[in-house]
């Protein structure tokens, strides 16, 4: 698709970004996103909550605030005529935009045989504070601010193979809205921001290095993971996306060292509401992290540094 030749499109699809942005004043920019998928979890509610979570993170990934929602829904007609599993998973949904400050103000719904639910979000941000993905910069240290390992999780789950403890964990962090980091970074200068979801740790990492032309360097033993989540990656719990991730990154990564296999899986694991991957000066990184930990944030940690584009935009280090 050509991009649009309007000026007022600050944010477009050139660099994959999280959200689109549109100037409408010199004040005001909209974000716009969407996103939607099939249930991750068996209970209604807890699903359309992650749903919504994941569909709101996307305007906290471009330091916006979201204001509206339109509810998306596909669901089958022929099964549950009391429709008592759609009115939890809307419920569910309209719980996390009220924790959000958003409103929703209407929807869709379409006949399909698998459930699909997920938000259409319009947000807001000043056309001067709009972080994106291709803003990081050299001498940029990289933080993290949720665990990762949700597609085994849920993988695990589906198979009821997953520890209920392990499962409540990733429960707690895919349920938590990323507000928490976009909140802790007011009044520091981060450079760039994304979040971690589809393409797994490792493809939006690329994609920030790709945006910005730099070189992105990783302590893998650093990547913040869910207690017991080695079990289920020995066990081979993937989503047929860490096969399409390894692709997708392996033209531009150099591993260094001998990594084990559980941190390199960590990073192709298809995530569902991640976290927040935030690119910002050195000496902002202990005012983000106790900003992010004290507004709740499940964890927030330095993973790894920006460097000057190099022969590979990715490098991973033991």
Known sequence: MPRSKDPNLLVGTETH???GVFKLTDEIALVQTVDFFPPVV?????????????????????????????????????????LTWLGKILEGGAERCMAAGAVIVGGHTIRDKEIKFGLSVTGIVHPDKVLTNAGAKPGDKLVLTKPLGTGFVTTAHKANACPENLFKAACLSMVQLNKVGADALQN?????????????????????????????VFELQKLPRFNGIETLISKRFFTRASKTNRE?????????????TVSMELTLDAQTSGGLLVSLPKEEVPLFIKAALANGAICAVEVGEVQAKGSHHLVFKP
Not at 45 to 58: C, E, K, M, R, V
Not at 190 to 211: N, Q, R, S, V
Not at 250 to 255: G, Q
């Open 17 to 19: 970004d999280d959200a």
């Open 42 to 82: 068996d209970d209604p509610y807890l699903y359309g909550q992650i749903a919504a979570a994941n569909a709101l993170s996307d305007v906290y990934a471009m330091a916006g605030i979201p204001k509206t929602a339109l509810n998306l829904v596909a669901y089958p007609d022929d099964e549950d005529p009391q």
């Open 188 to 216: 520091l200068h981060p450079h760039g921001l994304t979040d971690i979801t589809g393409y797994g740790f490792a493809g939006h990492a690329l994609e920030m290095a790709l945006g910005s032309n730099t070189t992105l």
């Open 248 to 260: 997708y990154i392996l033209p531009h990564l150099r591993v260094e060292g001998n990594p084990d």
